[in-house]
């Protein structure tokens, strides 16, 4: 499919400039309408893979499954919003009640609200309450939000921080980006010398561990650049968080939710956090997020923290159809992930022999980052050729995010078709080779 780009399209896009404060949008003048399973169409009938998933939502096909739709559309027939921090109801007990099961046993306190940036800033004073300790500590590239307790810990961008401080109490500590390890090490021989820094510098320097409330991990980092790093470093930090009484708190609002394969992407490590947060494919294209804490942290008083919206019943509703889903198609979704994911990262690797831009392909299930670079050996960052590739793809048919400085995040449904994955990877393969043949002209 070649993208037509319509007077229709340019007028909203026109007008979206005029009116909307800042968003996040980039130069993709995608302007969605409808979707179904596999595909997205914008309002002037251009059709697109979806290798997006509408930021990590849609884990389950665009637009959700028809049950979760009828489950939403009866509840906005019925009651939409019952003000269920204030007063009871059946429907979010219900889905609290399903959803904890999906937890390690001893998990047994949900609160609800609407943002993956609402769901960490109550782990945020969650922690600082049970511990009574008033410091958080975060890693390098961390995306957790972008209200003020989130971007405390955000540091993915200079863009989100920059005139907003000062910040709460946060320390920031190296993740374990093998590919570009911020203490110049390679791994394995470096022997995780980014823990040894967290150990002898952060939390014997900077901070005192026993002042720290809790530590913030994604199991892998996201926005900042789909970073998977080695399982022991998911250990060692969930050591240091037991040796020094820190909570632990697992952010999965965008690897959780079966995106890697398990309910919990922080199981692919073999490690149990203390609180989860998450949000995105939670709520199946309704605003929800969800903080799911340990019974043994305590509780919180009456009042100490609460909402308007947590709760919505339409966004239970949809959540509660699609956890059901979920539930009864476990082990074919896990299966999915694992194998769609495999078919990615092998086409992708196979195309890295033949092309320098391609500096850098990893991932977890169907999690999976590509990181482009001028070169492989100076791997300077190839951030115009990200956006071309971007670019180059939309217009033939196949919608991405990026991430990171210069990497392309492919976050399919994890119920795409192996034929409309294919179809993407071609897609991509063409607008890769298409850049790369331009740049090689250019230079
Ligand atoms: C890991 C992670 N945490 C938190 C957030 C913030 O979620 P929201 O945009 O719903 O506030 C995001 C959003 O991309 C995320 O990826």
Not at 156 to 165: E, I
Not at 179 to 190: A, H, I, N, T, V
Not at 326 to 342: D, E, I, N, P, T
């Amino acid at each position: 499919m070649q993208y037509t780009h319509t007077s229709k399209i340019a007028n909203v896009i026109k007008r979206d400039g005029k009116v909307l404060m800042t968003t996040t949008k980039g130069d993709i003048p995608l302007v969605a309408e409808r979707g179904e399973g596999d595909f997205i169409y914008d309002i002037s009938g251009n059709r697109f893979v979806d290798f997006s998933s509408f930021i990590s939502v849609y884990n389950f096909g665009v637009n959700s499954t028809r049950q979760v739709r009828d489950a939403i559309k009866r509840q906005v027939d019925t009651l939409m919003h019952s003000a269920f921090t204030d007063y009871y109801a059946q429907a979010p007990v219900a889905f609290a009640e399903n959803l904890i099961t999906m937890f390690p046993s001893g998990f047994g306190r949900v609160f609800f609200s609407n943002s993956g940036t609402e769901a960490n800033e109550a782990a945020i004073k969650f922690s600082r309450y049970f511990s009574r300790r008033q410091y958080m500590m975060g890693f390098y590239n961390a995306f957790h939000g972008r209200t003020m307790g989130a971007l405390s810990l955000t540091i993915s961008k200079g863009v989100q921080r920059g005139r907003f401080g000062p910040f709460g109490a946060a320390v920031h500590a190296p993740y374990a980006y093998c590919y570009r390890c911020p203490l110049g090490k390679e791994y394995p021989s470096c022997a995780l010398a980014c823990v040894d820094h967290i150990k002898k510098a952060i939390l014997s320097k900077e901070v005192s561990p026993k002042e720290v409330a809790a530590i913030f991990m994604e199991p892998v980092q996201g926005e900042g650049g789909y970073i998977v790093p080695p399982k022991e470093f998911a250990r060692e930090i969930r050591a240091i968080a037991d040796d020094n009484g820190i909570i632990l708190v697992s952010d999965e609002v965008q690897a959780g939710y079966m995106r890697t394969g398990k309910f919990l992407a922080m199981d692919n490590f073999g490690v149990k956090a203390d609180i989860y947060t998450m949000a995105k494919a939670v709520g199946a294209g309704l605003p929800m997020g969800v903080t799911v804490t340990r019974k043994s942290l305590g509780d919180m008083p009456l009042g100490a923290h609460s909402n308007t919206f947590g709760g919505n019943l339409a966004a239970v509703a949809g959540a509660d159809a699609q956890l059901r889903y979920v539930k009864s198609h476990m082990a074919s979704l896990a299966s999915q992930a694992s194998s769609k994911g495999a078919l990615i990262t092998k086409r992708l690797r196979a195309m890295a022999n033949s092309n320098e831009l391609i500096g850098d392909v990893r991932g977890l299930g169907l999690m999976i980052g590509v990181e482009f670079v001028k070169d492989r050996k100076s791997k300077e960052p190839a951030v115009k050729e990200r956006d071309a590739v971007l670019m180059e793809s939309f217009k033939n048919g196949l919608v991405m995010l990026p991430c990171g400085e210069s990497s392309i995040r492919i976050i399919p449904p994890l119920t795409i078709s192996i034929q409309h994955l294919r179809q993407g990877l071609d897609i991509l393969e063409d607008a890769i080779e298409a850049v790369a043949k331009k740049d090689r002209k250019g230079s």
